[in-house]
């Protein structure tokens, strides 16, 4: 090979790596998180926190973002609950993507405050399958697995009339691909055994779902039913 063909050929394959590289590697999503750790974090002096972590996830290593925003102050809401004390249609849970907060409401006043994490982009709203967005809006618990690999599951109503709308019109737009497909399958979960530290700094490891910490997953799941309101904002 002469020395132009060479050089050639060693330009074309760095223009392809760099393509690859653009578009992003595929992560399997399967993969268990390994060696997570914080290399930096600050804060604004209000309240509002920069975190930047690591982590393994298969052969890849994700350096992630996190940008959370100034949560309310609450006091401990430790007091025992008896489920069978709830009237479950007075019952709701408030998800806040930006402050990273699940709150349970009874007949209009918080009762619990549990911290959550979402998609690795959780300013997004969920707009087609494989987007890793949590969508955003009003919905309903439509099933309850209590035998989830995420400890439990309980999921939710989407995709509702108002997510087929949007969805609708952004692909008559030509905005997402002609081929996209809307999803499904997003709840409210726990995380596998030992992650707890996923929630407490905030890591966007779901695929669009809500996680909760293991213990505060237990305890919601327990407290409301099928058909509980949930209310998803950004």
Not at 31 to 54: M, W
Not at 84 to 89: G, P, Q, W
Not at 201 to 212: E, N, P, R, S
């Given at each position: 090979?002469?020395?132009?063909?060479?050089?050639?050929?060693?330009?074309?394959?760095?223009?392809?790596?760099?393509?690859?590289?653009?578009?992003?590697?595929?992560?399997?999503?399967?993969?268990?998180?390994?060696?997570?750790?914080?290399?930096?974090?600050?804060?604004?002096?209000?309240?509002?926190?920069?975190?930047?972590?690591?982590?393994?996830?298969?052969?890849?290593?994700?350096?992630?973002?996190?940008?959370?925003?100034?949560?309310?102050?609450?006091?401990?809401?430790?007091?025992?609950?008896?489920?069978?004390?709830?009237?479950?249609?007075?019952?709701?849970?408030?998800?806040?993507?930006?402050?990273?907060?699940?709150?349970?409401?009874?007949?209009?006043?918080?009762i619990r405050s549990y911290?959550?994490?979402?998609?690795?982009?959780?300013?997004?709203?969920?707009?087609?399958?494989?987007?890793?967005?949590?969508?955003?809006?009003?919905?309903?618990?439509?099933?309850?697995?209590?035998?989830?690999?995420?400890?439990?599951?309980?999921?939710?109503?989407?995709?509702?009339?108002?997510?087929?709308?949007?969805?609708?019109?952004?692909?008559?737009?030509?905005?997402?691909?002609?081929?996209?497909?809307?999803?499904?399958?997003?709840?409210?979960?726990?995380?596998?055994?030992?992650?707890?530290?996923?929630?407490?700094?905030?890591?966007?490891?779901?695929?669009?779902?809500?996680?909760?910490?293991?213990?505060?997953?237990?305890?919601?799941?327990?407290?409301?039913?099928?058909?509980t309101k949930v209310t998803?904002?950004?």
């Amino acid at each position: 090979m002469s020395l132009i063909r060479f050089i050639s050929a060693l330009l074309l394959c760095m223009c392809i790596a760099k393509g690859s590289l653009a578009q992003g590697l595929k992560v399997d999503e399967s993969a268990p998180v390994k060696n997570l750790k914080v290399i930096s974090e600050e804060s604004d002096g209000k309240g509002h926190i920069t975190r930047i972590v690591q982590y393994s996830k298969g052969n890849i290593r994700i350096t992630e973002t996190i940008f959370i925003t100034k949560a309310p102050v609450f006091r401990e809401l430790t007091t025992p609950i008896r489920p069978d004390t709830l009237i479950k249609n007075l019952l709701e849970i408030v998800v806040s993507k930006s402050s990273y907060r699940v709150g349970l409401y009874y007949r209009n006043k918080l009762i619990r405050s549990y911290k959550a994490v979402f998609g690795p982009n959780p300013k997004m709203n969920k707009i087609m399958e494989g987007d890793r967005n949590t969508p955003e809006g009003k919905f309903t618990i439509t099933h309850k697995n209590p035998g989830s690999k995420y400890t439990k599951f309980m999921g939710l109503s989407y995709p509702n009339d108002s997510a087929f709308c949007r969805f609708n019109k952004l692909k008559a737009a030509g905005k997402i691909p002609p081929t996209a497909r809307i999803g499904g399958d997003v709840g409210i979960h726990g995380i596998w055994k030992g992650g707890d530290d996923m929630i407490e700094l905030g890591v966007g490891w779901t695929d669009g779902c809500v996680a909760l910490k293991n213990k505060d997953i237990e305890e919601l799941f327990s407290l409301v039913g099928v058909g509980t309101k949930v209310t998803i904002r950004r």
